[in-house]
């Protein structure tokens, strides 16, 4: 059988396989569902989506109890690798990360992100960050399962930007690898000349997230060399625009043209199967 540890082995390899791993971002047993049904290897529960399902703003604002919650639901209902997003650790301490991490393999996931925002504004020390992954790494050893750490360095996301940030985000990403991260995530705009040096300059797999319609290809990152691009909320933003569409059709048009091209019931009900 397919287990838990056998799928944290094969998502790691992805980030190594000559194609680009394109993670769909997930926030419910629906969407995993339909990410599963449309060819995805493997999927990911992003922090914004599953806290907005829950009528909650993105940021940890969303209980880590709800998350694990959510995480095994998903995890039961698809074969394929799942990577849960546990924002800052959720909590302080390093027992506080080593406990989320705990929670989160146990509910099935094989993979986490973990960012280096604090929560007042600004980065963590990079020692500091370092100390998180390296007890995300230990939390792993103890369940017996080695999942993926993608640890995100956050100096672009919060608008900076020049050379010092540069620098910046380049030595915290070769310090999250020294710590036991698999993957290094940074978010931000960046064209094909500085996605190269990106790459060139971390030195290991490179995780990149969809930003808007002007995001390189799939085929273009991949030849750039980029490991990972992630939807993120993308998906949910979406479709949260598609309803909006919807929704103000039949109020202003009195009509349900909107089942022109739908998913039938059947279709849908498929995905799932009966207790």
Partial sequence: MFGQKDRADLFRQMHFDDEIL????????????????????????????????????????????????????????????????????????????????????????????????????????????????EAARNAAVKAGVDIVINARADAYLLGGSGDEVFKDTINRCKAWFASGADCVFIIGEFDAAMIEVLVNEVRGPLNLIVMDENTLSVDQLQKLGVARISTGPRLLQAMAGYLGEVMTSVKKHRDFRFMNGTASFHEINGLFSKP
């Fill in 22 to 133: 394109v993670l769909s971002g997930i926030w419910d047993v629906m969407s995993a569902k339909i990410a599963e049904n449309a060819g995805f290897a493997a999927i990911a529960l992003a922090s914004a989506p599953v806290s907005w399902a829950h009528g909650l703003r993105d940021g940890e604002n969303l209980s880590r109890e709800q998350l694990v919650a959510v995480a095994k639901q998903v995890c039961r209902s698809v074969s394929i690798p799942v990577s849960c997003d546990i924002e800052k650790g959720y909590g302080e301490s390093l027992d506080d990360v080593a406990d989320t991490v705990s929670m989160i393999i146990d509910a099935g996931a094989i993979g986490i992100n973990i960012e280096d925002s604090l929560a007042g504004g600004g980065l963590r020390d990079i020692a500091d960050m370092q100390l998180r992954i």
